[in-house]
């Protein structure tokens, strides 16, 4: 490796997936030029296909009217079916423990009305501090709703001083020390300050040794890092859609819902007409019945205008493959690593775990001056990438998309700034 722009030319050119890149709309600077975006992490691009995905919902609106729901390429009726599959093969779940509805913070309320159900003596939550804020207000507002204290029942596991990221051993030492309290373990997959990748399995056993269940909020990690959520044996978990995943803005939201909870019809859950039993949905029972599987969450009519977003990046990922895209996922963001280490090393920290197995796409670069100039200052040079208090640049060069080129950019103009002062 090296810090020439040679180099990462040659680099961009041996890459198997490098014709994805073209496959997307890239915003543009002031002169006109693709910005260089670093910002898949916060919302991915539009795929080129997109367009012609939610113009063929439109399309359809427009020739049949209601009858949109069973005529035409992608009938609405089971037009949401379409995604289970290929999300499942990026997740590690079966297709039938995958559903598309909703969207994440909505999702995670609807099954905690089904995992989260505390007794007078099981009722904590534990989830990592410094959580998405979504994340602990659904943790603080079930527990109110059960009639709890946030400030008794929430445990939340603190990165120990002067440290960033969560050790796992304190993680699982809390799991411990709560015991028979505890009802439910909650973390972000993948951490959207630190880009930390937890290990999900070795979670998910100590919960479960605990007699606890858990959850994932994946919005980090979905499409970036790999998964095997059925063979790891996880409860359930939640994701957007717009962010590694290029589904659009407000993109329908997913879940997965391990088959012991979703093949089983008594498993207690908040429901719609649209997640009812579809042998006998037509039929309007009175009483409910769940359709099998992640879809029997499904409370209302699949958004077909708002799925028509997702499908074009889906069918990228089928093409590139989640393998290939990890490879070169973990030997680009390696470079961009090895590049941040060539600056003054008092000007930046990454605070985001070393090792390539702990972390996917993201790096999180805590600068303790300046941070928030520098953002501005890579903006005006055409570098998108955003900013979060106190001092952090989350920088994501995402695989399908960004090349060793474009992180070799970002170094330079680190590189100019900082040594400008
Ligand atoms: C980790 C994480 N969880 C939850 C959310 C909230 O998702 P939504 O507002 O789509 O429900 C976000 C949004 O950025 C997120 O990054």
Redesign the pocket.
């Known amino acids: 490796m090296n810090d020439t722009l040679a180099y990462a030319l040659e680099q961009d050119e041996q890459d198997k997936l490098k014709a994805f890149r073209g496959q997307f709309h890239f915003p543009t600077t002031a002169d006109g030029k693709p910005a260089i975006y670093f910002c898949g992490n916060s919302l991915g691009l539009q795929p080129k296909g997109a367009q012609a995905c939610v113009q063929r919902v439109l399309d359809a609106w427009k020739t049949y009217a209601v009858g949109g729901y069973m005529k035409g390429e992608a009938p609405w009726m089971t037009y949401a079916q379409r995604f289970k599959e290929p999300l499942g093969k990026l997740v590690g779940g079966r297709p039938d423990e995958i559903g598309v509805m909703n ?3 909505v999702n995670l309320h609807l099954l905690l009305a089904s995992f989260y159900r505390p007794t007078k003596t099981r009722y904590k939550i534990l989830l990592e501090a410094g959580a ?1 804020p ?2 602990q207000y659904v943790a603080q507002t079930q527990v109110l709703h059960h009639g709890f204290k946030p400030e008794d029942a929430l445990i939340e596991v603190a990165p120990r001083a002067n440290e960033q990221c969560i050790r796992e051993e304190d993680i699982v030492a809390k799991i411990a020390q709560a015991g028979d309290t505890l009802a439910l373990v909650l973390i ?1 997959g993948v951490s ?1 300050y630190t880009g930390q990748y937890f290990d999900l399995e070795n979670i998910t056993t100590k919960a479960h040794e605990a007699g606890a269940l858990c959850g994932f ?1 994946l ?2 990690a979905v499409g970036n890092v790999p998964m095997q959520l059925h063979d790891w044996n996880i409860d359930f978990a939640v994701w ?1 859609c717009y962010k590694y995943l290029n589904g659009g803005p407000g993109a329908a ?1 997913a879940i997965y819902v391990h088959e012991r909870f979703s093949l089983d019809k008594s498993t207690p859950r908040l429901a719609g007409w649209s997640g009812s039993d579809l042998k006998t949905r037509f039929d309007m029972p009175h009483d409910f019945t769940p359709e099998p599987g992640a879809d029997g969450w499904a409370l209302s009519i699949a958004p077909g205008l708002i799925l028509g977003g997702l499908e074009a990046s889906l069918d990228l990922f089928a093409q590139a493959g989640l393998d290939r895209l990890r490879a070169k996922s973990i030997r680009l963001t390696g470079y961009l690593e090895y590049l941040l280490g060539l600056l003054p090393k008092d000007a930046l920290e990454v605070i985001t775990p070393r090792s390539e197995n702990a972390r996917g796409a993201q790096l999180s670069v805590f600068f303790p001056t300046g941070g928030q100039s520098l953002q501005a200052y890579l903006a005006e040079a055409g570098i998108i990438t955003d900013y979060r208090e106190p001092g952090v640049i989350r920088l994501t060069p995402t695989p399908l998309y960004n090349t060793f080129e474009d992180c070799y950019h970002v170094y330079q103009t680190l590189h100019k700034r900082l040594k400008s002062g």
């Open positions: 969207s994440l913070t998405f979504s994340d972000g959207y909020d919005a980090h957007c939201g």
